[in-house]
């Protein structure tokens, strides 16, 4: 089989990979943190790709990604935009 675009392209970069839920961000998987140690078995992918879920990449050490959201806009005068909050 070959698996559509959206699964194959992540799967080349050798990034974990996991279904989510259509219009979602949550796993459509009972259980994903096995992902978090190894990516799965490409019939798993075949599967979840013939259910057309959206596609989850998995961050961290198993994919070589870090990622970072900021979504929290600081609100302190004295702070230049984009600076980092103290710890």
Known sequence: MS???MWALPLRMGWSVL????R???PAI???TEYQRHSPDPAEVERWAAKECN???VTGAVSGLLVL???KQLRSPRRRPGAFPPR
Do not use: A, I, Q
């Open 69 to 71: 959201d900021l979504d």
């Open 30 to 32: 009972p259980t994903w």
């Open 19 to 22: 279904p989510l839920r259509p």
């Open 55 to 57: 596609v989850g990449v």
């Open 3 to 5: 698996l559509p675009e």
């Open 24 to 26: 979602d961000k949550r």
